[in-house]
């Protein structure tokens, strides 16, 4: 059995290999040659693009990992029924059920990779590349509307002595190098939705005893309405620089700025945590942290998916062939993996339901294919 796992196990993670390899040279130089057009605006060299490819990859490397799990072992698989080992491997005595048992146990590492990958190694080089775009740019924008945050907290402003609950939002307009904050506007209201206070500050910075740093600071106070009627004016101010308290905290921040790919799956809780905290919309992060959290699952149901093609005899065709359709089916999974979750959304669906119905659907016809396989072939 030492001898059947050492030639199963070599050939699929060699096969697997080469497949990654593959999918990351062309995702290269695509990445590489979109980064041509920069070269030479802003200091931005030869080299920084070559970097920002590299530091591309992991990202693209986490996404297609189980394709190349799918095509790797289907390729291995193929060759030995081919050749005719796989044939006399089941005469010896390696049943299905064996088999299936046997090619678990690369699932689970490959599995194990991915998870890796995705939360520490991708997340780490995905913001090093915006960092390295920040500075060929002078920052990161974030959309027309740039991107928001919300708190709540007990509001102890200068126009007011009440300590009645305050609802903050704030609004990032880019994100700089060195996690600089730019444009930020930040809004205080009272309980009955009265603006109380506003923020403007050209740039800020997180600060890691729970403040923000503001810088080149524009303030307005606005008095309650029982100051108000005692003529109290409004506060106008202007500030070099102010310590913001807030509990917003710099993985909070980090969360909301950057695209949930670049989140580590416990970042994505925190977040989530903090979403429903502060009773915002939480489902569409909480389908994302739930994909997050299974997604290295899909290396095992790829390489369950590509054991039936072991079972197919050299007269039903080619390896060319069954390789062609380990492609199209995963195509298809990162298809149908990506509509779940706007399904999902728009259905209201249970995040984890849609999160984890692909795979679940793939695991079913694999398991299908392999009992009609084995039962009647």
Request: charge should be positive; hydrophobic fraction near 50%.
């Amino acid at each position: 059995m030492r001898t059947v796992r050492r030639l199963l196990y070599r050939d699929i993670v060699w096969s697997v290999v080469f497949v990654a390899l593959a999918f990351l040279s062309l995702f290269f130089f695509i990445d590489f040659v979109d980064e041509l057009e920069n070269v030479g605006r802003n200091g931005y060299t030869l080299g920084q693009a070559v970097l920002r490819g590299l530091l591309e990859q992991p990202g693209h490397f986490y996404e297609l990992f189980p394709i190349a799990v799918l095509i790797g072992t289907i390729y291995a698989m193929a060759r030995l029924a081919q050749s005719s080992e796989f044939t006399i491997l089941r005469t010896g005595g390696l049943g299905p059920w064996r088999a299936l048992r046997l090619l678990a146990l690369p699932g689970l590492v490959f599995a194990a990779v991915t998870f890796v990958v995705g939360d520490y190694v991708a997340p780490f080089t995905e913001r090093e590349a915006l960092a390295l775009k920040a500075g060929l740019r002078g920052g990161v924008s974030l959309g027309s509307n740039g991107a928001w945050l919300k708190e709540r907290r007990p509001g102890t402003g200068p126009a007011t002595a009440d300590t009645s609950e305050r609802s903050i939002s704030v609004n990032v307009r880019a994100a700089g190098v060195g996690g600089a904050l730019l444009g930020v506007r930040i809004f205080e209201f009272d309980t009955d939705g009265r603006l109380r206070s506003r923020i403007e500050a050209a740039s800020g910075q997180v600060l890691a005893n729970g403040h923000w740093r503001l810088r080149e600071v524009q303030r307005t106070d606005w008095p309650t309405p029982e100051a108000a009627r005692d003529a109290q004016p409004l506060r106008l101010q202007t500030q070099d620089s102010l310590d913001w308290p807030s509990t917003l905290d710099a993985t909070v921040v980090a969360a909301a700025l950057l695209p949930a790919k670049n989140m580590s799956t416990i970042d994505l809780w925190r977040y989530t945590s903090h979403l429903a905290d502060q009773d915002q919309a939480v489902q569409s992060h909480q389908i994302q942290f739930w994909k997050k959290a299974l997604y290295p699952l899909a290396c095992v149901v790829m390489v369950a998916l590509a054991l039936p093609f072991a079972y197919l005899h050299a007269r039903a065709g080619g390896v060319s062939y069954k390789v062609f359709g380990g492609i199209m089916l995963g195509i298809s999974f990162v298809l149908l993996n990506n509509a779940s979750g706007h399904l999902g959304l728009l259905r209201q669906w249970t995040p984890w339901m849609a999160a984890a119905a692909p795979s679940g659907l793939y695991l079913l016809i694999s398991m299908g294919a392999f009992a009609w396989l084995v039962r009647f072939r």
